[in-house]
């Protein structure tokens, strides 16, 4: 399965995030799509719990 990774860093980058350890930039490109929140470009968000607790219940 491809996780969606292109560049260099992308695996530290798109490391496992929110409650449910989402993992990838494909998953945080899904979570993008189905939330309006850009998870892309401002990974770190899901170190945050609100974002934590949206990703996890979406």
């Known amino acids: 399965m491809d996780n ?3 560049a260099s860093g992308d695996g530290w980058k798109y490391r496992g995030g929110g ?12 979570l993008k ?3 309006g ?3 892309v470009s401002n990974p770190d968000l899901l170190g945050g719990e609100a974002d934590a607790l ?3 219940i979406d």
């Open 4 to 6: 969606g990774n292109e």
């Open 19 to 30: 409650f449910l350890q989402h993992t990838g930039k494909a998953e945080y490109k899904i």
């Open 33 to 35: 799509a189905r939330t």
């Open 37 to 39: 929140i850009d998870y």
């Open 54 to 56: 949206i990703a996890a």
